[in-house]
T-cell receptor
């Protein structure tokens, strides 16, 4: 079983839709959770960084962590064609500052 | 603000040739530095990380090596490339952890390496 599971998609939505992207994980020691956006032929760009459980909001983006279910989500409100990219989740523990576990990414396509 | 530079952006090399990919970070001191390889649909594989000059840890045994000759410079090398070394190579940095606080990683724009 992979440490982090993420549906590869592609996920196709119309412009203006609310998008929900999700990851599940198996390691209960994960406490740090990140979402990255990666455009084609570019490096991942950090979108959200959260610690432990709860919600964090930044503009149109909301990150949600449910540690009891080992499940994290990224919501995108009022999605735009410019949001079309691959979204990667990543997780880490406090026991190893240098090791993050990445999902394989979900490809999102927002149609105008 | 901090920036990270990787070059070249694209590289085509024959099997058996050497490799040198360079990464530099600006605007921060004593960063943690990382090399990843990203294969299509398989996520990011951590290859090396470094917490300081000449302090490098290898995560995956293979024919690649890394060096950190200066505080903000990280180099990925190989003496003889294999076909299986093809992929998208990403360099990343993070601020040193404080206490038990983990720090997120920030990526460069990568090098797409094709081995012929």
């Amino acid at each position: 079983q992979k440490e982090v599971e993420q549906d590869p998609g592609p996920l196709s939505v119309p412009e203006g839709a609310i998008v929900s992207l999700n990851c599940t994980y198996s390691n209960s020691a994960f406490q740090y959770f990140m979402w990255y956006r990666q455009y084609s032929r570019k490096g991942p760009e950090l979108l959200m960084y959260t610690y432990s459980s709860g919600n964090k909001e930044d503009g149109r983006f909301t990150a949600q962590v449910d540690k009891s279910s080992k499940y994290i989500s990224l919501f995108i409100r009022d999605s735009q064609p410019s949001d079309s990219a691959t979204y990667l989740c990543a997780m880490g523990t406090k026991y190893n500052f240098n090791k993050f576990y990445f999902g394989s990414g979900t490809k999102l396509n927002v149609k105008p | 603000s901090q920036t990270i530079h990787q070059w070249p952006a694209t590289l085509v090399q024959p099997v058996g040739s050497p490799l040198s990919l360079e990464c530099t970070v600006e605007g921060t001191s004593n960063p943690n530095l990382y090399w990843y390889r990203q294969a299509a649909g398989r996520g990011l594989q951590l290859l090396f990380y470094s917490i300081g000059i000449d302090q490098i840890s290898s995560e995956v045994p293979q024919n690649l090596s890394a060096s950190r000759p200066q505080d903000r410079q990280f180099i990925l090398s190989s003496k003889k490339l294999l076909l299986s070394d093809s992929g998208f190579y990403l360099c990343a940095w993070s601020a040193p952890g404080q206490g038990d606080s983990n720090q997120p990683q920030h990526f460069g724009d990568g090098t797409r390496l094709s081995i012929l």
